[in-house]
């Protein structure tokens, strides 16, 4: 069990700095359609001036309790119109106490242990940098979510409602700074305009509550087509949209998965919960860092669920190529043609 518990938190730390955690070969199943991966370096966060919106606090509760919904009345304000050339970050929602689960706070402590750096063999983790990092998780764990807007350059002066796409980042500790770079990146405004909304999570897994409550707060303040919202992510973020789709159903019009990751717990379970919604999911064949196994055989049971699928399977790619995939206008093209209508 001990054994266990160290190679869980050391594939954690791995997957967060996407470095490789995996040292075998995976089965590579024929499956089409496939793309051309091309292998990037990990981009560096450029940062993007931005407006911080300041409004009415939100009472603490606990998680059980949908927050923003009871007081959504006075989550509206004039900053959110307040946009520093498209962008905003809202840092409401991380004033907000939230009940963190009891296997979670366990692991945490685990990774405070001192003995813990000896039983993961690498003399490169010292003990303060797990408990720095423990601490730090730990406290998001009962924390909302602060989330950064980007509007296209029409929002303020049209009146429409705009799709939303709502994107997750990857590895455990997240920053304004990463998600604003991702955005700029990965979501170029192409043939039609649409939101983003990229929250910051400093925690495990994403939490389909927390991310009620910033859909909620964002949907009392922008002008937002209810029924195109849409999910996707990446490595975490990837297997964090199996789980919030499958919590929040009837609230995506489709669904994107990246590089889904594979711990701490299999996401296969879920497929069952996504028999309605479509989505298309994106795994390199030659990923080491999350398993490609595991996405193939989430494909083979959404199948039974699911024919709304779609799997593409990058022959040689590996944990990355995300810009292509988001830059790439079929793709974008194919999530916003869904309606939930």
């Not at 939100?58 to 009871?70: L, M, Q």
Request: glycine fraction near 4%.
């Amino acid at each position: 069990m001990t054994l266990f518990i160290a190679l869980f938190l050391s594939m954690l730390i791995a997957c967060n700095s996407q470095t490789s955690i995996e040292n075998s070969t995976v089965t590579k199943p024929e499956l089409t359609p496939t793309v051309t991966p091309t292998i990037l370096a990990p981009e560096k966060a450029t940062s993007t001036p931005v407006t911080t919106a300041s409004i009415t606090p939100v009472t603490a509760t606990e998680i059980s309790t949908n927050i923003v919904t009871e007081n959504s009345e006075n989550t509206i304000s004039s900053t959110w119109q307040d946009f520093d050339n498209g962008w905003l970050v809202i840092t409401e929602l991380s004033q907000v106490e939230y009940k963190a689960d009891p296997i979670w706070e366990f692991l945490i402590q685990l990774m405070i242990e001192k003995e813990l750096s000896e039983k993961l063999n690498n003399s490169s983790i010292s003990d303060q940098l797990i408990q720095e990092y423990a601490q730090k998780v730990e406290i998001g764990l009962r924390q909302g979510y602060d989330f950064v807007v980007k509007v296209p350059p029409s929002y303020s002066e049209e009146s429409m409602d705009y799709p939303l796409v709502l994107f997750l980042h990857g590895g455990i500790d997240g920053s304004i700074s990463n998600v604003q770079g991702r955005i700029k990146n990965y979501f170029q405004q192409q043939e039609e305009p649409y939101i983003v909304i990229a929250p910051v999570k400093n925690e495990i897994d994403w939490n389909p509550k927390k991310i009620k409550d910033v859909l909620t707060m964002a949907q009392g303040s922008l002008r937002i087509d209810q029924s195109r919202i849409y999910l996707t992510g990446l490595s975490m973020g990837g297997r964090g949209t199996y789980i919030v789709a499958a919590d929040l159903q009837d609230t995506f019009a489709a669904i994107m998965p990246l590089s889904s990751h594979d711990t701490p717990y299999s996401y296969v379970d879920l497929a069952p919960k996504l028999n309605d919604i479509p989505m298309w999911i994106f795994h390199g064949d030659a990923d080491m860092v999350s398993s490609y196994a595991m996405a193939v055989e989430m494909v083979s049971v959404l199948e039974k669920h699911n024919s709304k699928i779609r799997f593409t399977s990058i022959q040689g790619g590996r944990h990355g190529g995300w810009k292509e995939i988001y830059n790439t206008l079929e793709h974008m093209q194919w999530l916003l043609s869904h309606s939930s209508d």
